[in-house]
């Protein structure tokens, strides 16, 4: 292509008009009308003229020309009436060359300024013409529709950007502007926004919008939202992350308001034992209400009976009904600080098949004999009906659990059994329990709780025992179900949880392998058990309810589900699980920074754990709590050291604090 080629080519949605400088056969290069040069394909040049310029008659006096050359060309496109044209050739359907389109446009005297107006026209404007360069294809009558419906919502889109940058300019500068007729909009956009950042199907308008207001930090949203109501101060943004519903569906709500209260007075014409007369007790946490297990224990000869009796939450929410349906999709209880989301609705959850004291439920119980030097005899599994005598809460039980004879031997067994199960290789971990509770004023209490105090060690030992006992009971009569096992940890810092320090304890669980879910037994190595499932809270666990109607179906209480069934749950139940974990531990993280913000300057003692670059990782031991802590000059710390710690800055909202040595 010939220096001086007046020429045309599309950048970043705009026509440029521009001059060949020199060229080869397939890349020139030009001047543009904003006097930029710039390397083009020749085969991507949306127009060339037959016009020839003097390329050294001055860099300016080039510009100037191409300006000239660009503006009339502009003048004569808005003297074209796309949509007529368009209606004058749309009968053909077909392909029209750029010199016919430009003949009938232009009858007179046409050259090379009505050709690049007319392409000019058709760019502008593509509601009626599909083009290519030299070619045009008039649109179907439908697609014209589409179109001008494509073009009125970019203009609804444009508009609703700038009212709600406006706005939002205004919001932000301290103002109470009148909102917009798209305020719903503009909020629902940039709620999206906030919270999955490019994910976000709003990601481009709202980032218009925040242009548009001149906000860089999209952190202002959020002080937004508040503002307006919209969210809380400590807004719990998992749960919209996540689509979490606090409340049930109204068809839920319903069938369980409706569910009627079962008598079970004629107990005797039932399949199930009647263990009513039986001495059961529960032990749970201060204000619970959900109670899905009870013990007993009787004394024999030989040693003990021990009966561990689980909610029998299959009697009442029937699989593939219209409760099951939508518990499925919650996958479990989530316990937060400042809140509880419940797996089932309370009726349920609280009243029908909670283990309330002196009223009769339908159970799952399973017995095991103990001898008085803690060997396991034989066991035993059947539905039954139950009657709670006590309610305990972890205190209470701690309180009397040298003076109850059912708490201690309960207790001993306990001992022995977690005993026994080191003895087998169990990895166990021995940490502390954080307890965060958020009051209704605002108030947070954060205690640090003893795991393995007499009580939580017998609770926790006895539901061990029965989950196992449930997973030998279901594999030998060859019922799938969701067996858990757990390959080998990486390594072993200990073999006594209870003689290591809390350095190990803590670096321990970081070595141990991932829980693996199949439809079939194997070991899990954290246990030191050959066989396990979890079937103890079906109130709590969507697994331990599935779980439970295996055993229900070994008793014709019910249909089972079948091992390619089992797989299915596992799979749908796995994300709400993940998303459920996820929420509870950065809840739990929010509230405890919360809590720091109010201790800026006070000193904590913490343990190191690794060093990164420059930054040791290290561990609040008051809280449990992970952070970072830049290398300080002179100290060479190493992992394991007790170190004291002050906390400089926190922010709750954007998960930061920040502390250093001494």
Same mark, same amino acid.
């Given at each position: 292509?010939?220096?001086?080629?007046?020429?045309?080519?599309?950048?970043?949605?705009?026509?440029?008009?521009?001059?060949?400088?020199?060229?080869?056969?397939?890349?020139?290069?030009? @001047?543009?009308?904003?006097?930029?040069e710039v390397n083009h394909k020749v085969s991507r040049l949306s127009h060339t003229s037959e016009i020839r310029i003097n390329v050294n008659r001055g860099r300016d006096r080039l510009v100037d020309?191409?300006?000239?050359?660009?503006?009339?060309?502009?003048?004569?496109?808005?003297?074209?009436?796309?949509?007529?044209?368009?209606?004058?050739?749309?009968?053909?359907?077909?392909?029209?060359?750029?010199?016919?389109?430009?003949?009938?446009?232009?009858?007179?005297?046409?050259?090379?300024?009505?050709?690049?107006? @007319?392409?000019?026209?058709?760019?502008?404007?593509?509601?009626? &013409?599909? &083009?290519?360069?030299?070619?045009?294809?008039?649109?179907?009558?439908?697609?014209?529709?589409? $179109?001008?419906?494509?073009?009125?919502?970019?203009?609804? *889109?444009?508009?609703?950007?700038? $009212?709600?940058?406006?706005? @939002?300019?205004?919001?932000?500068?301290?103002? %109470?502007?009148?909102?917009?007729?798209?305020? /719903?909009?503009?909020?629902?956009?940039?709620?999206?926004?906030?919270?999955?950042?490019?994910?976000?199907?709003?990601?481009?308008?709202?980032?218009?919008?925040?242009?548009?207001?001149?906000?860089?930090?999209?952190?202002?949203?959020?002080?937004?939202?508040?503002?307006?109501?919209?969210?809380? @101060?400590?807004?719990?943004?998992?749960?919209?992350?996540?689509?979490?519903?606090?409340?049930?569906?109204?068809?839920?709500?319903?069938?369980?308001?409706?569910?009627?209260?079962?008598?079970?007075?004629?107990?005797?014409?039932?399949?199930?034992?009647?263990?009513?007369?039986?001495?059961?007790? =529960?032990?749970?946490? /201060?204000?619970?209400?959900?109670?899905?297990?009870?013990?007993?224990?009787?004394?024999?000869?030989?040693?003990? *009976?021990?009966?561990?009796?689980?909610?029998?939450?299959?009697?009442?929410?029937?699989?593939?009904?219209?409760?099951?349906?939508e518990i499925i999709n919650r996958g479990t209880s989530i316990y937060m600080p400042d809140m509880k989301i419940s797996m089932l609705p309370p009726r349920l959850a609280e009243d029908l098949c909670?283990?309330?004291?002196?009223?009769? *439920?339908?159970?799952?119980?399973?017995?095991?004999?103990? =001898?008085? =030097?803690?060997?396991?005899?034989?066991?035993?599994?059947?539905?039954?009906?139950?009657?709670?005598?006590? /309610?305990?809460?972890?205190?209470?039980?701690?309180?009397?659990?040298?003076?109850?004879?059912?708490?201690?031997?309960?207790?001993?067994? %306990?001992?022995?059994?977690?005993?026994?199960?080191?003895?087998?290789?169990?990895?166990?971990?021995?940490?502390?329990?954080v307890s965060i509770r958020v009051f209704d004023n605002g108030e947070i209490s954060i205690r640090k709780l003893d795991r393995n105090s007499p009580s939580k060690l017998l609770v926790s030992e006895?539901?061990?025992?029965?989950?196992?006992?449930? %997973?030998?009971?279901?594999? /030998?009569?060859?019922?799938?179900?969701?067996?858990?096992?757990?390959?080998?940890?990486?390594?072993?810092?200990?073999? $006594?949880?209870? $003689? %290591?320090?809390?350095?190990?304890?803590?670096?321990?669980?970081?070595?141990?392998?991932?829980?693996?879910?199949?439809?079939?037994?194997?070991?899990?190595?954290? +246990?030191?058990?050959?066989?396990?499932?979890?079937? #103890?809270?079906?109130?709590?666990?969507?697994?331990?309810?599935?779980?439970?109607?295996?055993?229900?179906?070994?008793?014709?209480?019910?249909?089972?589900?079948?091992?390619?069934?089992?797989?299915?749950?596992?799979?749908?139940?796995?994300?709400?699980?993940?998303?459920?974990?996820?929420?509870?531990?950065?809840?739990?993280?929010?509230?405890?920074?919360?809590?720091?913000?109010?201790?800026?300057?006070?000193?904590?003692?913490?343990?190191?754990?690794?060093?990164?670059?420059?930054?040791?990782?290290?561990? +609040? #031991?008051?809280?449990?709590?992970?952070?970072?802590?830049?290398?300080?000059?002179?100290?060479?710390?190493?992992?394991?050291?007790?170190?004291?710690?002050?906390?400089?800055?926190?922010?709750?909202?954007?998960?930061?604090?920040?502390?250093?040595?001494?």
């Amino acid at each position: 292509m010939e220096p001086g080629t007046i020429v045309e080519y599309i950048e970043q949605q705009r026509i440029f008009c521009a001059v060949v400088l020199n060229g080869q056969e397939e890349r020139v290069r030009l @001047l543009n009308e904003n006097g930029r040069e710039v390397n083009h394909k020749v085969s991507r040049l949306s127009h060339t003229s037959e016009i020839r310029i003097n390329v050294n008659r001055g860099r300016d006096r080039l510009v100037d020309f191409l300006k000239e050359t660009s503006a009339r060309r502009q003048s004569i496109r808005k003297s074209i009436d796309i949509r007529e044209l368009w209606e004058v050739l749309n009968p053909m359907g077909e392909w029209v060359d750029l010199e016919t389109m430009t003949g009938l446009c232009f009858p007179d005297n046409s050259n090379g300024d009505h050709e690049a107006a @007319l392409i000019r026209a058709c760019f502008e404007n593509r509601i009626y &013409f599909k &083009f290519n360069y030299q070619w045009f294809l008039p649109h179907s009558a439908d697609e014209v529709e589409k $179109n001008i419906e494509k073009e009125r919502e970019k203009a609804r *889109r444009q508009q609703l950007i700038e $009212n709600g940058g406006e706005w @939002l300019k205004k919001l932000v500068a301290g103002g %109470a502007p009148e909102p917009p007729e798209s305020l /719903q909009h503009i909020l629902e956009a940039l709620k999206s926004y906030y919270l999955f950042g490019k994910e976000s199907s709003y990601y481009s308008m709202a980032k218009a919008i925040l242009a548009h207001a001149g906000i860089e930090s999209p952190d202002k949203i959020f002080d937004v939202l508040v503002r307006l109501g919209v969210w809380s @101060l400590n807004q719990n943004l998992e749960l919209d992350r996540f689509e979490i519903s606090i409340d049930f569906s109204g068809p839920v709500s319903e069938t369980a308001s409706h569910l009627p209260v079962v008598d079970y007075s004629d107990i005797e014409k039932t399949d199930r034992r009647d263990l009513t007369g039986l001495e059961l007790i =529960t032990i749970d946490g /201060q204000g619970t209400m959900d109670y899905d297990d009870a013990l007993s224990i009787e004394p024999l000869e030989t040693g003990h *009976r021990i009966g561990v009796h689980i909610a029998d939450v299959g009697e009442y929410v029937p699989r593939e009904g219209v409760i099951d349906r939508e518990i499925i999709n919650r996958g479990t209880s989530i316990y937060m600080p400042d809140m509880k989301i419940s797996m089932l609705p309370p009726r349920l959850a609280e009243d029908l098949c909670s283990l309330r004291a002196c009223e009769i *439920r339908p159970a799952i119980s399973i017995f095991f004999t103990v =001898t008085h =030097t803690g060997r396991i005899c034989d066991s035993d599994i059947f539905p039954s009906f139950i009657s709670v005598d006590r /309610q305990l809460s972890y205190n209470d039980a701690d309180l009397i659990s040298a003076s109850d004879d059912a708490i201690r031997q309960l207790s001993k067994f %306990a001992v022995d059994f977690r005993n026994q199960r080191l003895s087998d290789g169990a990895v166990l971990i021995s940490l502390p329990d954080v307890s965060i509770r958020v009051f209704d004023n605002g108030e947070i209490s954060i205690r640090k709780l003893d795991r393995n105090s007499p009580s939580k060690l017998l609770v926790s030992e006895m539901m061990i025992m029965a989950n196992w006992l449930m %997973a030998r009971f279901l594999s /030998q009569k060859g019922v799938p179900a969701v067996f858990r096992s757990q390959p080998e940890p990486r390594g072993k810092l200990y073999q $006594n949880p209870d $003689n %290591a320090t809390l350095f190990q304890n803590w670096m321990q669980r970081r070595m141990l392998s991932r829980v693996v879910l199949s439809t079939t037994p194997e070991y899990h190595s954290g +246990l030191g058990l050959d066989a396990y499932v979890t079937a #103890t809270s079906p109130i709590r666990k969507y697994f331990d309810l599935v779980t439970q109607r295996q055993l229900r179906s070994c008793f014709n209480l019910e249909e089972g589900y079948s091992a390619e069934e089992i797989e299915q749950v596992i799979q749908k139940v796995q994300q709400p699980l993940t998303h459920a974990a996820i929420t509870q531990a950065r809840r739990f993280r929010y509230w405890m920074l919360k809590y720091l913000e109010g201790r800026l300057g006070q000193k904590e003692e913490a343990i190191v754990l690794d060093k990164r670059w420059d930054k040791y990782t290290i561990l +609040l #031991t008051a809280y449990l709590l992970e952070c970072r802590m830049p290398v300080s000059g002179g100290w060479e710390l190493k992992p394991g050291d007790l170190i004291q710690i002050t906390i400089q800055h926190v922010n709750a909202r954007q998960d930061k604090i920040s502390v250093i040595l001494g």
